[in-house]
T-cell receptor, first 113, second 111 residues
């Protein structure tokens, strides 16, 4: 069964450093998403991406964040100058269409020290 | 803004039915979802219901929607130890891509 894969599963970074979280969405999917879950809190929407551009973003997704689809398979989330409060589980998801279900990856746990 | 609320914890005995409840605030919610998360795994979509439906049944799972009270429930019949996981209620308004999640209900199944 096709699945969304995320790498790495766990990343530790020093405050102020840049991190790139990687995702390989399901191959025929057109919509891509990033969500995050801070420990003990709700899963929060960050951004959606369609046709090589951001289609929707939340107030959390400020200038510190960027997304990219550098080639035909990867979808990345870059966090510039990480802060302690960026520590969270980051989930990537993809869907075939706007009204179809989103499939989630297993998440990348980011720890900022 | 949109909000989704659910209880944090539910414990049931193996073989019993589990009922996980959820309330939401967005009256324009069009799609309501139940996701399951097992330890170390991603979010798996279990089932979903459109807002124009009252009930949906899928094998051991029954989803009930009370749109007037903005209340959604997930019933798992004959709960098994393999059903132990965190269950997330979520909603999406038509035309928007953002899905709003509840905090998740941890289901513990006692053998």
């Amino acid at each position: 069964e096709p699945e969304v894969t995320q790498t790495p599963s766990h990343q530790v970074t020093q405050m102020g450093q840049e991190v790139i979280l990687r995702c390989v969405p399901i191959s025929n999917h057109l919509y891509f998403y990033w969500y995050r879950q801070i420990l003990g809190q709700k899963v929060e929407f960050l951004v959606s991406f369609y046709n090589n551009e951001i289609s929707e973003k939340s107030e959390i997704f400020d200038d510190q964040f960027s997304v990219e689809r550098p080639d035909g398979s990867n979808f990345t989330l870059k966090i510039r100058s990480t802060k302690l409060e960026d520590s969270a589980m980051y989930f990537c998801a993809s869907s075939e269409g706007l009204r179809t279900e989103a499939f989630f990856g297993q998440g990348t746990r980011l720890t900022v020290v | 803004g949109e909000d989704v609320e659910q209880s944090l914890f539910l414990s049931v005995r193996e073989g019993d039915s589990s009922v996980i409840n959820c309330t939401y605030t967005d009256s324009s919610s069009t799609y309501l979802y139940w996701y399951k998360q097992e330890p170390g795994a991603g979010l798996q979509l279990l089932t979903y219901i459109f807002s124009n439906m009252d009930m949906k049944q899928d094998q051991r799972l029954t989803v009930l929607l009370n749109k007037k009270d903005k209340h959604l429930s997930l019933r798992i019949a004959d709960t098994q130890t393999g059903d132990s996981a965190i269950y997330f209620c979520a909603e999406r308004s038509g035309g928007y891509q953002k899905v709003t999640f509840g905090i998740g209900t941890k289901l513990q199944v006692i053998p």
